[in-house]
């Protein structure tokens, strides 16, 4: 197994191989919007159950507001991140934009800028000189560094179309996972006998499987981001179904 992903390694890095991945540039991952969409709507429509079921409403009342949720706050999360994807997109274009017309019109001073950027990099010298050169022979390339160095900016992001769309189906998905031991009662009448027991233990699993599932793309073990995620997401549903509780037995 060592050698390998050993030979894997020295594979991906040689030269052509080096070229064809910066040819292809980044590819943009999806997995925060993913995670961001299940873990919510996880959360969010457990949190719905638990309330509902912290004040002794029926099954029936459980998925009207359940389903409600899943439709209105997933179709509101994927826009909120199409939104602010593209709001990071169109903040990237003006940047862009204004650092050309520095460029054009103060081109010593952005020059001055570049060579602050790489002297903190570690250039001295004629090193410094030839970096500055080499940078500014581009005006592209000037800017992009210029973007990236200066105000921190990423050249290349997520699409925000597929990245709402990834949002809203990870929603949806995991987001329905606490309602169907309730569906299952509303199909098979009094075929479950504490609905809100096995949403419980069905949503925990879920909560564990997002997380364990994240820990593949990030390397880390994947039993701790599954029982970070099961806290995160156990900790707002219990205050749901507290509240729940106690708004129930003050109306009562």
């Known amino acids: 197994m060592k050698q390998s992903?050993?030979?894997?390694?020295?594979?991906?890095?040689?030269?052509?191989?080096?070229?064809?991945?910066?040819?292809?540039?980044v590819r943009?991952?999806?997995?925060?919007?993913?995670?961001?969409?299940?873990?919510?709507?996880?959360?969010?429509?457990?949190?719905?159950?638990?309330?509902?079921a912290g004040a002794g409403l029926s099954s029936s009342v459980v998925i009207i507001l359940g389903i409600a949720n899943l439709i209105g706050d997933g179709f509101s999360m994927a826009a909120s991140n199409y939104l602010g994807i593209r709001a990071e997109r169109e903040l990237q274009e003006r940047v862009r934009r204004t650092e050309k017309l520095h460029i054009e019109n103060y081109p010593e001073g952005?020059?001055?800028?570049?060579?602050?950027?790489f002297r903190q990099k570690g250039f001295t010298g004629e090193d410094?000189?030839?970096?500055?050169?080499?940078?500014?022979?581009?005006?592209?390339?000037w800017i992009d560094t210029m973007l990236t160095d200066e105000h921190g900016l990423a050249l290349e992001g997520p699409d925000p179309r597929i990245a709402a769309a990834t949002t809203f189906v990870a929603f949806i998905t995991v987001g329905f996972i606490p309602l169907l031991s309730f569906v299952w009662q509303w199909l098979l009448l009094d075929t479950i006998d504490n609905p809100y027991l096995w949403s419980t233990l069905l949503t925990s699993v879920a909560f564990f499987g997002v997380g364990a599932a994240k820990s593949w793309f990030i390397q880390r073990p994947w039993y701790r981001e599954g029982l970070i995620t099961l806290a995160?997401?156990?900790?707002?549903?219990?205050?749901?179904?507290?509240?729940?509780?106690?708004?129930?037995?003050?109306?009562?």
């Open 110 to 117: 952005e020059r001055a800028e570049i060579r602050e950027i």
């Open 128 to 141: 410094l000189d030839r970096a500055v050169e080499i940078i500014t022979s581009d005006v592209n390339q």
């Open 28 to 52: 943009p991952s999806y997995l925060r919007d993913f995670v961001y969409g299940a873990i919510d709507g996880a959360v969010t429509t457990f949190a719905v159950v638990s309330g509902v």
């Open 232 to 252: 995160i997401g156990g900790t707002a549903a219990g205050l749901a179904y507290l509240a729940g509780d106690l708004i129930g037995g003050a109306l009562g």
């Open 5 to 25: 992903l050993s030979q894997q390694h020295v594979e991906s890095h040689l030269p052509a191989e080096i070229r064809r991945r910066l040819t292809e540039g």
